[in-house]
Structure formats: C-alpha cells, structure tokens
C-alpha cells in the first residue's frame, strides 16, 4: 500500500499571503489528522476529520481551517500568514482508534 | 498537568544496553497506546501499539501498559546508535482525542 503522501514538501511564502497544504492518506484510512511541529514544540494538534466531518480541533487561531473530500484526501489551509507560522505541517492517517502513519510532511517558510 | 508526560531526556545508554522508556497519562479513559520513533528532521513512525495490561513484544521491542498505574513504558533491548531519535507516547481516549506526549530523546552511546 502506498503511505501517506503530501503536496507540496516545501513552501516559501510573505507574510500576509495564504496557503492550502494537501494530504493524501493512506487507502481505506477516513481519519486525517494536522499537526504542526516546531523545534523544541512537539506535534501540536490541528484538527482531525472522519468522514468529512471535523471530530476534533486543537487551540489555533482561526486562520487554520481544513477539509476532507469524500475520497478521504484532506487539504488544510492557512490565510494571512504569520512569521510564527514557519514550521513542518504533518499530515497523518488511520483506520479508526488504530496508530496513525505519518505523511513526510510540508515545510513552510514565511518570510 | 498534562495529559500524557514523557521525560524529554536526553536519555542516554551504552550500545547493547536495554532502554527503558516512560510515559504516564491522566485520562483513566485512555483505551489504546502507541509508540513512535522520530528521527530528527523526520516525520513519526509508528512502532508499537498496545491495547491491554501487560507486555507486548516485538523483536527488540517491548511495550508494556499498566492502567491502574496510567503508565505505559517502551524497552528497546540490545540498543544500537541507530535507535538514537524521539519516542513519542501517544493516548487515544475513548472521545477519539489522540494525545501525544513531548517526546524522549535516546542517545546510544557506541
């Protein structure tokens, strides 16, 4: 089975723009989940969606938003974009109450 | 007090030792746990789950979960420096929240 796949792997954008990260999970997974990870941070919770519907959402800003479609792919937005913002944006899968398997990421850069 | 503690390290040990790896969790719905490796400037990769008391083994991994204690621990026998990297602790509750713990750092010495 192919794992999880992430679009793009890297990202440079100013301060103030928008940007819209992709995630693919892995065949028959419904559950995608968003982490952010910053050094010295740890996996910080975005938000996870099952079946189209948000289950559960971390403490941020509402600039973060996502969706899932109902082929299960997931995509995460971020709108006026801030410097605090630069970090690895994980994408990861499950089938439900299992582990989740990790995507490769997305590095933002904001300048 | 956070949900799911893990020390953060670094923890070091000799190459050939067993590490010894802890994380504790204060939600007594806590059901499943898991254990990832993460290699640094690496995404997590999944490990080992356990969802009962008791051991767990696999290869030179043991999990092993106490939930009258809320402790869940990771034995790596026969370290190697290639198992140098972060172990996250991970607690899924019954209301599908899905915690992470901040990590331990191992160092395998050579």
């Known amino acids: 089975k192919a794992g999880v796949t992430q679009t793009p792997r890297y990202l440079i954008k100013t301060r103030g723009q928008q940007v819209t990260l992709s995630c693919s999970p892995i065949s028959g997974h419904r559950s995608v989940s968003w982490y952010q990870q910053t050094p010295g941070q740890g996996l910080q919770f975005l938000f996870e969606?099952?079946?189209?519907?948000?289950?559960n959402k971390g403490n941020f800003p509402g600039r973060f938003s996502g969706r899932q479609f109902s082929n299960s792919r997931s995509e995460m937005n971020v709108s006026t974009l801030e410097l605090g913002d630069s970090a690895l944006y994980l994408c990861?899968?499950?089938?439900?109450?299992?582990?989740?398997?990790f995507g490769p990421g997305t590095r933002l850069t904001v300048l | 007090q956070k949900e799911v503690e893990q020390n953060s390290g670094p923890l070091s040990v000799p190459e050939g030792a067993i590490a010894s790896l802890n994380c504790t969790y204060s939600?007594?719905?806590?059901?499943?746990f898991f254990w990832y490796r993460q290699y640094s400037g690496k995404s997590p990769e999944l490990i080992m789950s356990i969802y009962s008391n008791g051991d767990k083994e696999d290869g030179r991994f043991t999990a092993q979960l106490n939930k009258a204690s809320q402790y869940v621990s990771l034995l790596i026998r026969d370290s190697q420096p290639s198992d140098s990297a972060t172990y996250l602790c991970a607690a899924l509750s019954g209301t599908y929240k899905y915690i992470f713990g901040t990590g331990t750092r191992l160092k395998v010495l050579a």
């Open positions: 990861a899968s499950s089938l439900d109450g299992g582990g989740r398997f």
């Open positions: 969606y099952f079946s189209e519907t948000q289950r």
């Open positions: 939600d007594r719905g806590s059901q499943s």
